[in-house]
């Protein structure tokens, strides 16, 4: 059943995997932008039903997923994982919603908008409509390359990346935490969400290995780089490496680009795009880490330099939440182009 939020002008909004890390994060930003929600309703596995969740003054009941769950649900975000989407997404859209979903499931399918608002924000689709929001680490890297593309020209990127525990989910960071304790005790558990200890140790496999021995997530910013800045052609090399830290994923990209670069220009291109920041002073030992991003919107960009073997090629560190940008809040976002525009967070 639907709580009641706000006024009839609203939105009636479902929250699919409420109860998840990204999940939290999209509650918390529905009421700190000040979202229009008229109705609320928070869903989840079986497990979770029955759970009662705070909302402002409210106390909201978790509910489980059913045929009747996306009655009157004019917004339904989604971030359950690939297999629930699959099941449950269509069946939103059929409803009447607008579904934003955060998995794989969707964005690849030639149908379906992979929206970056700052990016291709006009290519959002009316509702009732499926919109897939990119990978994590795929949103950061295009933040910084999106404008940079437009001042230069972007003809080839190489990225490897340092990608948080949290992207895992609350069982990952949480294993972070036991094989930190255990490893300092001497006992350290068996990993169980990584293919190796994350504790002390960096392991360079994020998701299945897949085609040319490269992982899933490695081409995912392959293919969703692509469809997003609309560079079918783009040559990209993704290598995604998972590191001791709880929240905030951090990225090395190398960018080769049609016209000579200079990093007076390429600071300028990135300070003037929504939703970046540059944290660019190397004398002042200033630049952006994943605790200094954690719990902020922006995708912080630093270390700007030219590779000194190529003019036409900038090499730069971004870093940014992937629970926010990387996720909820991109999501919302969507919701915010679709249902009268962005709102400032509440004072």
Known sequence: MMSRIGD?????????GATGAVGEEMRRLLLERRFPVHQLRFLASPRSAGRTIPFGDREIVVEALEASSFAGVQ?????AGATVSRE???????AGALVVDNSSAFRMDPGTTLIVPEINGHRVPPPPALIANP???TIQMVMALAPLHRQ???????VATYQSTSGAGRQAMNELDSGTRGFLAGDEPAPEKFPRPIAFNLVPQVDEFDRLDYTKEEWKMVD?????L??????VTATCVRVPVHRGHSEVVWARFDRPVDVAGARAALTAFPGVVVEDDPGAKRFPTPRSASGLDPVFVGRL?????????????????????????????????????VRQPAS
Request: hydrophobic share 50%; net charge negative.
């Open 88 to 94: 449950w997404g269509p069946r939103a859209v059929a």
């Open 75 to 79: 917004l339904a975000l989604f971030s």
């Open 8 to 16: 009839h002008h609203g939105v009636n909004v479902a929250v699919v």
């Open 224 to 228: 969703e780089t692509r469809k997003i």
């Open 135 to 137: 990978n994590c680490s």
């Open 152 to 158: 230069f020209g972007l003809s080839r990127v190489i």
């Open 305 to 341: 330099r030219i590779d000194p073997t190529d003019e036409k090629a900038l090499v730069f560190w971004v870093v940014a939440d992937n629970l926010l940008k990387g996720a909820a809040l991109n999501a919302i976002q969507i919701a915010e182009a679709v249902f009268g525009g």
């Open 230 to 235: 609309e560079l079918p052609d783009l040559p």
